[in-house]
């Protein structure tokens, strides 16, 4: 995204002129890492979750590139700082990844969670980081889907989104299931151990690999989540009730591009950021009450194939960060556009003027 001075003329008498539009907001590119920049960026789809830390502005990196690590990132640079302790948890045997997504409470907990096909046969497992020194505890392994046996289309198929808010005993983590039209959230009353209440929603149009919360997962505000997923499914706002069991549909939005999917949420100022996979693959910026066209959009740092439509996207103190699997990572400084005050003079005076041009 560039932008040039134009030059108006203006004559006429002294006045005061205010000179504003709606507020808006861009991206401008802050830092980025193509595959291959690090160990652990790479293009063999080894990278699927990522999550910004509140606590720490740190960005947290999950990958299996070389062996299982979660890695520690300046969130200004992305520099690298240290990985977490992962003592304790298998390579092996704990589901088809033993991690695979990665998010952060409010207190700086961070919460991983594997990648199981049947949650039935292989638990699902959610791990637990008091902080990004602490050592791992398990937070819950079993069945996440209480009452269902079907496994045809992935129903049972937990672990390829995740989202975490809240603290200590008041944090929910929310997961979805790949092929089914239920989520499962995991509540807490010590704030180390988990217990999964299952969701069945009213949305429609489940197919194999494809619920309508199979890839993007956010909460909302109050009892409410956000979910889409490949194939033009339209995004959905959720309300959820716990005691119930139950989630039922207050939007189902279809004017967000069907090849946006990977999204993460700003609810403070009503933005969503999300990853177009049309190549060449780019991030854009949205406002949540009009999601027919962006507010600004950037490339990534790459445009390669990713077939398996993962990746994650996170807001942290107004940076937008983007990582798309096979693609690297990115971080973009989202930036309001200011109101303009301008005094005017005798005469003929230039006045210039701020335009954006794409």
Do not use: C
């Not at 002129?17 to 595959?35: D, I, T």
């Not at 149009?205 to 499914?233: H, I, Y």
């Not at 950021?273 to 600004?296: F, Q, W």
Request: hydrophobic content about 40%; overall charge negative; aromatic content about 8%.
């Amino acid at each position: 995204m560039k932008r040039k001075w134009l030059p108006l003329l203006v004559s006429g008498a002294p006045a005061l002129v205010f000179v504003s539009s709606l507020q808006a907001q861009w991206l401008e590119p802050l830092w980025s890492l193509a595959p291959g920049d690090r160990s652990y960026l790479t293009t063999g789809h080894t990278e699927r979750g990522m999550a910004y830390n509140p606590l720490t502005g740190h960005v947290l990196v999950l990958s299996r590139a070389g062996g299982l690590s979660i890695n520690v990132l300046d969130g200004m640079t992305g520099n690298h700082l240290s990985s977490l302790d992962l003592t304790g948890i298998p390579t092996s045997g704990a589901g088809t990844y033993s991690l695979n997504m990665v998010g952060v409470a409010a207190d700086g907990a961070i919460f991983a969670g594997n990648l199981t096909l049947n949650t039935l046969g292989d638990p699902y497992r959610l791990y637990r980081w008091a902080n990004e020194s602490s050592a791992p505890t398990a937070a819950f392994a079993g069945n996440v889907a209480p009452g269902k046996t079907d496994t045809a289309n992935n129903a049972l198929r937990f672990g390829d989104s995740l989202a975490v808010r809240g603290a200590g005993t008041d944090t929910q983590v929310l997961i979805a299931s790949r092929g089914a039209t239920f989520a499962s959230v995991l509540t807490t009353t010590d704030g180390a151990t988990f217990n999964p209440t299952l969701l069945q929603s009213d949305a429609t149009g489940a197919a194999a690999n494809n619920g309508p919360f199979a890839l993007g997962l956010g909460f909302g505000v109050g009892s409410t989540f956000w979910g889409k997923s490949t194939q033009g499914t339209p995004l959905r706002e959720m309300s959820f009730n716990i005691g119930a069991g139950t989630a039922t549909t207050l939007q189902s939005i279809s004017d967000l591009p069907a090849s946006v999917w990977l999204f993460g949420l700003d609810l403070q100022n009503g933005l969503l950021g999300g990853i177009d996979t049309t190549d060449p693959d780019n991030v854009k910026l949205y406002r949540l009450e009009n999601l027919s066209a962006p507010l600004d959009s950037e490339l990534l740092p790459t445009s390669n194939a990713n077939v398996n439509g993962t990746g994650a996207v996170a807001f942290g103190g107004n940076v937008l960060y983007v990582m798309e699997s096979n693609n690297g990572l990115a971080a973009y400084s989202v930036v309001p556009e200011p109101a303009t005050y301008v005094l005017l003079g005798l005469g003929v005076l230039g006045l210039w003027a701020m335009r954006r041009r794409a």
